[in-house]
């Protein structure tokens, strides 16, 4: 509870309020095609998007750190600061260099919010265009920000009261009850975002509960194991999928610990598999380049896998960012090809060992001939690359009959092996 006050009281300001905001400074800057609300939490000095608008919409909970960040440095100086490519600017962290491709927005404005000589969050604009703010454009919105900053830094009396009357004025068990009834009136992303945060608190604070399944990949004719995806497996009490998990700590800032987590419980588990049966794990393209976790990977001594999830947009660099991993002997897997940002372009950049069809594209191929076409594309794309095709979600007979008279030879899916804790060996301790 005394985290939902402080998220109250910290976040401030009634979500309808924040919402107009950012619609209005969309409407009045000619050059924008987005806004946005971030608001300084006090609980882990944050910035966290309160309300956006605009191409800026889906950035609604992201979480900034404040030492690290554009709007932090905006903040220490008292002055707006522009930036003409997000995409490309090395002023911004890689992870927001991903968001603004996969939001499609380049220039950008953070416009620092103060109240009392006190930074309590960010104005932002947004747009498509390079380069399409001046510090002349963005003056009449410094003003703006003066009255945006009063409106926030006003709910102080709020504030207080609320703490008065969920902590001081009640039992604790009523106070819960009060504090959750205003949250849900005030600001109901904050419940949300509370109860994910604790979640993973949890979650992070106790990695032993995070399970492991692995799915065998098959050599189609012979039904033969060749490697095996290992995959994490959530606890199912929180009613979230691993991919909802991912999607949540991302927003929260705790991507990165958490691809970190699973990596390692994957990697733990596979002990039992033999060193010279390949595990593939998966990570997203800004895990992978992350020193920590290529730290992880080499340091291992079995045959390795890296798949990269196509969650983000690949980053400009990485397949230079990849070469050290390569030369020890890691293979490197695009996951979901054909879907998302695994396209043909991010291929012929990436040049992978492995190109796993997405499983969109092998549901109904059988009796499909345009997903046919696109599975034969990526074939004759992997002959050219050198690399081995393996086909997602194989769920029927019909479908593996079908991949293995287009000529894709590996395959994972239902109809192959499901996920299981422990993988099937013989008694050699080979894969079959």
């Known amino acids: 509870m005394d985290r939902l006050v ?12 924040m919402v107009r ?14 806004a946005a609300i971030n608001l ?56 927001v ?7 499609g927005t380049r220039s950008w404005a953070v416009i620092p919010l103060v109240h009392n000589d006190t930074a309590i969050g960010s104005l932002m604009l947004a747009a498509r265009n390079a380069g399409a703010f001046t510090q002349t454009d963005i003056d ?20 207080t009261l609320l703490t008065d009357v969920i902590i001081d004025g009640q039992d604790r068990g009523q106070g819960a009850f009060t504090a959750r009834f205003v949250a849900s009136v005030m600001m109901p992303e904050a419940v949300e975002a509370e109860g994910h945060q604790l979640r993973l608190d949890a979650l992070l604070d106790q990695p032993d509960v995070l399970g492991v399944a692995f799915q065998p990949i098959v050599h189609l004719a012979s039904r ?8 994490a497996r959530f606890p199912a009490s929180t009613g979230l999928t691993p991919a909802q998990w991912f999607s949540t700590a991302r927003r929260l800032g705790r991507g990165l610990e958490l691809e970190a987590t699973a990596l390692r419980a994957v990697l733990a588990a596979a002990r039992g598999i033999p060193g010279a049966c390949p595990v593939s794990v998966n990570l997203s393209p800004n895990a992978v380049l992350e020193p920590a976790i290529q730290e992880i990977l080499v340091a291992q001594d079995r045959q390795l896998i890296m798949e990269i999830t196509e969650h ?13 991993l390569r030369q020890r002997g890691i293979k490197v897997a695009v996951d979901d090809a054909g879907a998302g940002y695994a396209s043909f372009t991010q291929l012929l950049r990436l040049r992978p060992d492995i190109i796993k069809i997405d ?9 499909d001939p345009a997903k046919r076409a696109i599975a034969t594309a990526l074939t004759s794309l992997a002959a050219e690359l050198n690399a081995t095709v393996v086909a997602e979600a194989v769920e029927t007979a019909g479908q593996l009959q079908t991949l293995i008279r287009l000529g894709i030879e590996y395959g994972q899916g239902f109809h192959l092996g499901r996920p299981r804790p422990e993988p099937r060996l013989d008694r050699s301790g080979a894969t079959s």
Not at 140 to 159: H, K, R, T, W, Y
Not at 359 to 367: K, P, V
Request: overall charge negative; aromatic content about 6%; proline content about 6%.
């Open 40 to 95: 300084l939490r006090a609980s882990d000095n944050a910035y966290v998007t309160v309300s956006a608008t605009g191409v800026l919409a889906p950035a609604i909970g992201f979480v900034i750190p404040k030492d690290s960040s554009v709007q932090g440095i905006a903040a220490r100086e008292n002055h707006p600061i522009l930036i003409h490519d997000a995409q490309v600017d090395r002023s911004v962290s890689r992870n």
């Open 359 to 367: 499983g969109e594209l092998i549901a109904g191929i059988d009796n």
């Open 224 to 231: 033969r194991t060749i490697a095996y995806e290992g995959l």
């Open 21 to 34: 905001v950012a619609e209005q400074a969309c409407a009045f800057m000619p050059n924008a095609d987005g």
């Open 6 to 17: 402080q998220a109250l009281t910290a976040s401030v300001d009634p979500a309808s309020l």
């Open 312 to 324: 983000e947009p690949f980053p400009d660099d990485l397949g230079a960012g990849l070469k050290c």
């Open 97 to 103: 260099r991903a968001m603004n491709k996969q939001w």
């Open 140 to 159: 009449p919105m410094v003003a703006v920000s003066d009255f945006v900053s009063a409106l926030i830094g006003n709910q102080s009396e709020l504030s």
